[in-house]
Nanobody
Framework: QVQLVESGGGLVQAGGSLRLSCAAS????????ISWFRQAPGKEREFVAA????????YYADSVKGRFTISRDNAKNTVYLQMNSLKPEDTAVYYC????????????????WGQGTRVTVSS
């Protein structure tokens, strides 16, 4: 199995940027598809971005397309989420998740989860 630890969250003003990191340990990191999800208070967990094992294919939710960029460094066992032009509606706890096999948009398809990192965007 794989263990995931997120970091990089914080408080930022609207229009600002943050970079989240998801550090993995355990079994072969490159064998996993890694995705970022987020959950705002009172809302269901939603897909944000995903990367194939090679990093060559990426997927984004429409709400973040053009503002967020996912990347991964398999040598460092780390996946990043660069978030630019942040909006108050991006406020949520952000989680990284891993699964063997290909990308899935549904959070229930993921086996391994980090503890989450909180992002707050003030207006």
């Amino acid at each position: 199995q794989v263990q995931l630890v997120e970091s990089g969250g914080g408080l930022v003003q609207a229009g600002g940027s943050l970079r989240l990191s998801c550090a993995a340990s355990g079994r072969t990191f490159s064998a996993y598809s890694i995705s970022w999800f987020r959950q705002a208070p009172g809302k269901e967990r939603e897909f944000v971005a995903a990367s194939s094992w090679s990093g060559g294919t990426t997927y984004y939710a429409d709400s973040v397309k053009g503002r967020f960029t996912i990347s991964r460094d398999n040598a460092k066992n780390t996946v990043y989420l660069q978030m630019n032009s942040l909006k108050p509606e991006d406020t949520a706890v952000y989680y990284c998740a891993a699964r063997t096999g290909g990308f899935r948009r549904n959070f229930s398809e993921y086996t391994y989860w980090g503890q989450g990192t909180r992002v707050t965007v003030s207006s």
